[in-house]
């Protein structure tokens, strides 16, 4: 055994290596998202008059800013209307409730969850032995008991699929004493245009697109961590511009910039490095791609899982883009394997629409006319080699051992 400590506290590289935290870190300054940001005022600013607010719905893929950018409207937002409050006599009360929707997969669940938010620890309610109406009802009635100005984030709604029941009961309410306006965050563009026509008039009032983050703004948003979190000896232009292209060049997600920067980062501290350079870059590219590959898999359903293992032999043949037809034949064979019967082709078209969302698949929507119809196709979009490892990692499973 060594003698002295195994751990490694030198500090050559980093001054603050929490700023590279995505979830905990927020900037004091949003920068190269002026455009939403303006977008996102004139939204909000009916609030500051005590008015009804807009409803809003964001949409972008992850790592683009939404809800980044969200926090940092809501908290100028309330610092505002704390300033006005402080100013005027006409008082504006305004209560935020955000809820992420990352595990919940029905209206009547969200219902649940927002109604538990808005009441004490006393009075809780449980996701069985409730009728849906009582649900709403609770809920409209906590509402409008707040009164004033109520806003609620529902941070990946898209998880709520088609039922869409929430989104319309939030978008029409049954109170009169409370202000409500309902702002929408959703990874999948798609997901809009699935909404049903009611829920898409009243949600969809105010839009808001996130594109990707080109290669020259993934720079600037790495400089602005870099000057926070890195000495300023420990680092030059050529990392982090490498950085940013290689997050370009995938997703356009400045998480996983933030996230190669700071593994680039670990890796240059473990080797006791001064300084962090283009080859700390080329090496924390793998280790992230492959990490978050292996997160996304994690979070999949069983099958979910067995989907993309087909999905992942389909590519492994050149089979790809491939629709729900040919891909299911592939699917009820890995199922075979794990012993699980095969779902029907609508559940699998279901956990196909979830691996695109989380950003493993790409969906193409195709229109051939009236003879051919309307249909998808399905293709991954992260390299296979990293889906194989990460399920020869957790199952033991060889990809190309099975023959389509």
Avoid at 38 to 65: Q, R
Avoid at 328 to 342: F, L
Wanted: proline fraction near 3%; hydrophobic fraction near 35%.
């Amino acid at each position: 055994m060594p003698s002295g400590s195994p751990f490694n506290t030198t500090q050559n590289i980093f001054t603050d290596r929490d700023v590279f935290d995505i979830e905990g870190f927020q900037p004091t300054e949003l920068i190269e998202r002026d455009d939403q940001i303006n977008e996102y005022a004139a939204a909000l600013e009916p609030v500051l008059n005590g008015w009804k607010p807009n409803n809003i719905f964001i949409y972008g893929k992850t790592g683009t800013g939404k809800t980044a950018t969200t926090q940092y409207m809501l908290d100028w937002l309330q610092k505002d209307v704390t300033e006005h409050n402080e100013n005027h006599e006409q008082r504006i009360d305004l209560s935020v409730v955000y809820l992420n929707c990352e595990a919940l997969t029905s209206s009547y669940q969200i219902a649940v969850e927002l109604l538990n938010e808005l009441r004490d620890e006393n009075r809780q309610v449980s996701t069985r032995g409730h009728a849906p109406n009582d649900i709403y009802n609770w809920l409209f009635e906590e509402l409008d008991s707040r009164g004033g100005v109520v806003l609620i984030v529902l941070d990946e709604v898209d998880n709520v699929g088609e039922d869409d029941t929430v989104l319309y009961k939030l978008a029409r309410p049954e109170i009169e004493n409370a202000n409500l306006g309902l702002i929408g965050i959703s990874n999948d563009f798609s997901f809009r245009d699935d909404l049903s026509a009611k829920v898409k008039d009243s949600l969809c009032e105010k839009e808001i697109l996130f594109p990707a983050y080109e290669s020259a703004e993934l720079r600037e948003i790495l400089s602005q961590r870099a000057e926070k979190g890195l000495h300023e000896t420990a680092y030059t232009n050529g990392p982090i511009a490498l950085s940013a292209a290689y997050a370009a060049q995938d997703k356009g997600s400045a998480r996983q910039a933030i996230d190669i920067l700071r593994e680039a980062g670990d890796i240059a501290r473990r080797e006791d490095a001064d300084e962090l350079t283009e080859d700390h870059v080329e090496a924390a590219k793998g280790i992230v791609e492959r990490g978050r590959v292996s997160e996304m898999i994690g979070s999949l359903s069983p099958h979910g899982t067995y989907a993309l293992h087909a999905l992942a032999i389909a590519e492994q043949h050149d089979e790809t883009p491939i629709r729900t037809r040919g891909l299911y034949e592939i699917y009820s064979v890995v199922c075979s394997q794990h012993a699980a019967d095969p779902l029907s082709d609508r559940a699998l078209r279901d956990h196909l629409s979830e691996i695109d969302l989380i950003g493993l698949a790409a969906v193409n929507k195709k229109n051939i006319g009236r003879a051919g119809g309307k249909y998808k196709q399905y293709e991954l979009d992260v390299k296979t080699e990293c889906v194989i490892e990460a399920f020869q990692r957790t199952d033991g499973v060889d990809v190309s051992e099975v023959d389509p």
